[in-house]
């Protein structure tokens, strides 16, 4: 049982895998150990640790006091089955991916139609074995018939394969939808990890711009972009193996779903041309052809049989993750299974992806602040000459607000500094008119930035603008808030179609296996039937056949 979870165990972890894999950054960068963001709204704290940390009725009375972390179970009533590992008690510990009860108790729903199949497989096997032994060895006509028996066998027969007919078309639908259903679910987890790239190649393209700009030729301290250096390279790599298991693991995903499906049209086809020719076959009377049909059809409705039994667990487990994705989500201060899958606990390297962006981002704003304040906004004699002076002058420059403070964390802005999003806008006030002066710019009217300044100062500004607004996307990485958001849409927008899709396949199936099943019985019964009736028919004709008349002899002494 266990094995034939083994098929199912691939799709599940497949498809954790591609709802998972925005996240696996932290997992690549994890030997990152930095400078921690502080301040109240810096911190990145684990999901657990919140938990513990806010909860009004745990109080701690010393230090050496053990913190309960008692796992909350995911799914506990819909994986409440029995486990044949454990004496077929049943199964509490929920949906868990990772252990072999888990995957016992699922694949023991199964069961049923394994037996089924083998009964089948080994029943009908020997009854077929009988009746050919028979027909060897004792074979003699039987001259009994039963019209009652004829009409019956007739009558289901003709029930039965118009049940797998309609069987075959519930399973050809059925797939396609399913089909669909997980193509769908498999393009949005593959579009929201392709987002999670695009944004990690964005923000290490934003930390490597910010190592070229410079303010009046200032630019940012040598250890600072040594440090933007290490963290970009982490950051590339981590983003290309991410675009590259996403669509490493979409084809594989994306082939097995073919694949499946081909199965599936084909089973459909095959059952339906045997459901419909036997049934012809039977009513013309080709014995022959019948049995090998018969014999064909006993193979094919044990496979099926076994086939059902992987779908029903496939069905489960898929339904199984979508509960359990609902319960994460509305639990997220319990520690769960999921816990040891996910890859956004890792606090360390959360607060250091977020401290290097606000390090940049405030380093980059003080530089653009002391341009401002030391040289624009200073009124220097024309004897100095440039950088410092190229005759500035009119109302003074309102600095620009820096987001952090210099422990980074968040700070209000003040009513006199300008944001990230209205400098470009303020400034342009003013700017001045310039003419070149050699390799410089002179203003030749009222304003204290030269277009050359103001354009340096606004590519800063894009830059730590840049940074800032992809903070709260980085914590949402490393929070798993990303996570949570994708599986809150998957379980409303796909759970439900791949629920109903895999259920319908699998009443499909049934159909199909069960209809055939009968059919064949009955195609050996009519058959019977039949041949009775014929053999009957021989009989009464011979029976009622009058005497041929006697003819009288001429006597020889008559005259004519």
């Known amino acids: 049982m266990v094995f034939r979870a083994s098929s199912s165990s691939i799709i599940v972890s497949s498809f954790l895998f591609l709802c998972l894999i925005p996240l696996s950054i932290s997992r690549a960068s994890h030997e990152l150990h930095g400078n921690r963001v502080s301040g109240k709204d810096g911190k990145i704290a684990w999901r657990r640790q919140i938990a513990e940390e806010s909860n009004p009725n745990s109080t701690i009375t010393n230090t050496t006091t053990p913190i309960d972390q008692t796992p909350f179970v995911l799914a506990a009533e819909r994986t409440h089955r029995k486990d044949p590992l454990n004496r077929y008690n049943f199964y509490t510990g929920g949906w868990n991916i990772s252990s072999q009860h888990y995957w016992a108790s699922v694949a023991f729903t199964a069961v049923p139609l394994f037996a089924v199949s083998i009964a089948w497989f080994v029943g009908f096997g020997l009854a077929l074995f009988v009746i050919a032994c028979y027909f060897c060895c004792c074979r003699r006509r039987n001259y009994s018939y039963s019209r009652v028996a004829y009409a019956i066998s007739l009558i289901l027969l003709i029930l039965f394969t118009l049940a797998a007919i309609a069987g075959c078309v519930v399973l050809y639908n059925a797939q396609e939808k399913f089909h669909k259903s997980t193509l769908g679910t498999l393009d949005y987890m593959v579009n929201q990890a392709d987002v999670i790239v695009g944004n990690l190649q964005n923000f290490s393209t934003s930390l490597a711009s910010a190592k070229s700009v410079g303010v009046d030729q200032i630019f940012l301290p040598a250890n600072v972009q040594g440090n933007i250096d290490n963290i970009q390279t982490k950051l590339n790599t981590s983003a290309d193996g991410l675009a590259t298991r996403a669509a490493k693991n979409s084809n594989n995903i994306k082939s097995f779903l073919d694949s499946m499906r081909l199965y599936l049209i084909i089973i459909a086809a095959v059952m339906l041309f045997l459901a419909f020719f036997g049934f012809l076959l039977s009513i013309f009377g080709l014995q022959f052809l019948v049995s090998v049909l018969v014999v064909i059809g ?5 496979g099926t049989f076994i086939l059902c039994g ?16 609902d319960d994460w989500v509305t639990h997220p201060h319990e520690q769960t299974a999921l816990d040891d899958i996910l890859p956004c606990v890792d606090v360390s390297t959360a607060n250091e992806s977020m401290y290097r962006s606000r390090e940049v981002t405030y380093q980059l704003v003080g530089i653009v602040n002391q341009v401002i304040t030391n040289i624009s906004n200073q009124n220097f004699p ?29 700070r209000t802005c003040l009513v006199n500094e300008v944001t990230l999003e209205d400098s470009s806008k303020v400034w342009k006030e003013y700017e001045c008119e310039a003419a070149a002066s050699g390799s410089t710019e002179i203003c030749t009217g009222v304003g204290r930035l030269t277009p050359s300044l103001y354009s340096q100062m606004l590519a800063a500004v894009s830059v730590s603008q840049g940074l800032y607004q992809y903070g709260p996307f980085l914590t949402q990485l490393e929070d798993c808030s990303f996570v949570r958001e994708t599986f809150t849409s998957i379980s409303a927008n796909n759970c439900p179609e791949l629920d109903r899709d895999t259920k319908w396949t699998y009443v499909g199936l049934v159909i199909v296996s069960v209809a055939v099943m009968l059919s064949l019985i009955f195609w050996v019964v009519y058959a019977r039937e039949r041949r009775h009736r014929i053999y009957n028919k021989d009989f009464l004709a011979r029976s009622i056949q009058p005497p041929l008349p006697l003819q009288d002899k001429a ?5 004519e």
């Open 298 to 302: 006993w193979i094919l409705v044990a």
């Open 310 to 325: 992987i779908f029903l667990l496939l069905h489960n487990v898929l339904t199984d993750t979508c509960v359990a994705m």
């Open 555 to 559: 006597d020889p002494f008559v005259e």
């Open 382 to 410: 024309p004897i100095v000459g440039p950088p410092l002076y190229y005759n500035q002058s009119g109302p003074l420059i309102p600095p620009l607000c820096s987001p952090y403070n210099p422990d980074m964390s968040n």
